[in-house]
């Protein structure tokens, strides 16, 4: 009798990061304060612009939101996203301007396009997890980028592309996923020196840049070095996660075979939640939406680092984030996080353990909080919570 | 320098398929009456309908429409699958009802979770030409399957897999992409003891089975083999095709794995078209609104066969549907459709020339034509100037 097994491709092996899936279960129940997950609050959706939005959509151009539409993105919203993305300082002609499904997709499809089994594929040590799961299924060979409290460092990155032929290199400039860390103004303009000189490709994925609580915006290495970036950025934060809506500026050979890709992967983006994005660009609620997120979460992430300054002082470090979803923790050296996650558990808190996000097996003692799914006047009791199973482990 | 060839992945050769995508650009100038595509009529959108479900969605429920939601799709309308499902006796838990988006989307999967690179994989020859988009990213060698004026030929499938270890085997029962044609009872009764027997996995996609305009329903091959069929249906031809809404039932060892897969393609499927499917289901709207599309694409149907009838006798035979979208015509062996194509681009009319749907490099006196995306009053028209241009030809 035929297993599973038996019809599985080989590229599979690497697709099962069950590890994960397994321990982040049991943070679904419902009496459990989660710091784990990246979801934007919900208070934090434009409910009723989605809804006058949708009306209007509907009334004005129901076919457009309803009829099958290109694979490179809904003409109106690539027009928006051209003037959008000049606002960030980064200049592209329509062509280079591409919408997907969530910009997850982009990172599947980046390794569809680009990575043969076995070819090398630098990430920011630690990564986005989810990058790693999409391009897992591409069977790469990961290099670990080096990083460090200013985030990824750059004579690392040219040592790598000096001793490896790379294929991609992935990294989370702003408040990075998992660490919080922004990199600086001087650190991009060395990447992006490097990235010219070793003729490399960069990812620079932005979900998380207009989410800054302070401080002030530092320039997309896309802009500086063109040619050699993908940027890619997302409706999930901004506006709402569920229309599933990433974009990319690609250089012009890379966004045509992006729209081949996208052919195969889905034919094309949904139409209609294209169509309220594009009302929701173009008509100025993106900016006039967005102050209502910012005052959200920077109540948030003052009230979680003033809860760890309270409760983890002397007991842990962290990062001191402007910005995004996340703080990072770092335990003593000696304390595993992943036993610690199962004691917070028991005291009804949830995080991810550090681990998940590095591809060399280090960062046990690590923790990534998140901080906008959760009430500003709930963190200080997580963090408590938290601070209590520390202390069960160490004990 | 380094060009975008040195970038590549290997996997991209098979994925560009340039030729027809240059051949069909012609098709989108104003004035030439298309048969080309495979559009459903705009004039068959629920808009009305679509627009009451969006606000009371909204209303009702905005959290579970704006925020990331399950890989596997939104729990209210995989429960009204399940049902839905059940009406067309195909009894499936569950956890074998997933939502992707759309049904392309699944043949990406299946593709990535099980073809090995060279990897056998059958196609009715001819086949929808988006399934082979899909899975040649995954470069399996294609068996073509050999069909006759019934459709796919049960004893020709036996053949091959008693001489094949085949992965995966693609058909369309229903109203056929590209040919019209529609399996009969007892060829799907052979076909599912031989995939039982042979330990085989079919894709039964059937995104066309309800849009039948005369004689009655075939069971499912899904229904006579299940443990050894995943059965792939979609929204795109009775709700909207911009929602991108495609589902599957599929055995619960196949199910877990496309789950896997979907999150690193792209973590959900939008939750708001999912929401707005989930009412369209359950609230009973789908079967009042499919009446109204078949009683146009009926009308459409009869005009165009009226037509071929009038202007291709004696000169070209073609397929009679009872349903979907697509009629076959299939011209003397002397002349190539592809000639015609250019010809009847002149006269302001385009269609399929049919080799794009074949595997094997035969098909070049066949033609795809579409009538579900074009008035009933200017069908006539249509297949006159067709008609024109195959005169053209043979002249």
Redesign the interface.
């Known amino acids: ?4 097994d038996d ?6 092996t690497r ?2 990061a069950s590890a994960i899936r397994e321990i982040l279960k049991v943070t679904q129940s419902g009496d459990i304060l989660s710091l784990a997950g990246g ?2 609050a ?1 208070e934090a ?1 434009p ?1 009723d612009i ?2 006058g939005i ?2 209007k959509v ?2 004005e151009n ?8 290109p694979s490179e993105g809904l003409g109106p919203l690539r027009q928006a996203l051209v003037e959008y993305a000049a606002r960030l300082g980064i200049s592209a002609s329509l062509d280079e301007v591409l919408v ?3 910009s ?2 982009v990172l ?1 499809l980046l390794g ?5 089994t076995g ?1 090398n594929v630098v990430v920011e040590n630690p990564t986005y997890l ?1 990058a790693l ?2 391009l ?3 069977q790469p060979n990961y290099i670990p980028w080096p990083t460090d409290d200013e985030g990824a460092i750059p004579d690392a990155l040219e040592e790598i592309l000096r001793k490896n032929r790379v ?1 991609l290199i992935y990294a989370v400039p702003n408040f990075q996923n998992p660490t919080g860390r922004t990199l600086g103004l001087e650190r991009r303009r060395c990447i992006a020196r490097i990235l010219v000189q070793y ?1 490399a ?1 960069l990812v620079e994925d932005d979900p998380y840049g207009r989410l800054r609580y302070s401080g002030t915006d530092v320039p997309t290495i896309k802009s500086m070095a063109p040619d050699n970036v993908v940027y890619l950025s997302s409706f ?1 934060k901004v506006l ?5 809506l990433g974009w990319v500026v690609a250089p012009h ?2 966004s045509r ?1 992006l729209v ?2 996208k ?11 294209q169509a309220i994005a594009a009302e929701f660009v173009a008509g100025g609620y993106l900016d006039r939406h967005l102050s209502v997120v910012l005052d959200l979460y920077r109540r948030r992430l003052a009230a979680i680092l003033e809860a760890l300054e309270c409760h983890l002082n002397e007991v842990a470090t962290w990062t001191r984030p402007q910005g995004g979803m996340f703080v990072w923790v770092t335990l003593p050296a000696v304390l595993d996080a992943e036993e610690v996650y199962w004691k917070a558990i028991e005291r009804k808190v949830a995080f991810v353990p550090g681990k998940f996000f590095h591809t060399d097996g280090v960062g046990n003692s690590t923790m990534r909080l998140n901080f906008s799914n959760t009430h500003e006047d709930r963190l200080g009791e997580a963090i408590e919570r938290l601070a209590g199973s520390i202390k069960d482990v160490a004990a």
């Open positions: 009798m035929k297993t599973i019809r599985l491709a080989t590229r599979t697709m099962n979801l934007p919900p959706f409910v989605v809804k949708c009306q509907l009334e129901p076919v457009q939101a309803l009829q099958y539409g997907f499904t969530g997850q997709q599947d569809k396009l680009l990575v043969n070819d989810g799961q999409s897992n299924a591409y294929k003729e490709l999930s709402s996660p569920g229309l599933r050979e890379i075979w081949i890709a052919q195969g992967a889905d034919l094309h983006t949904g139409s209609l939640p």
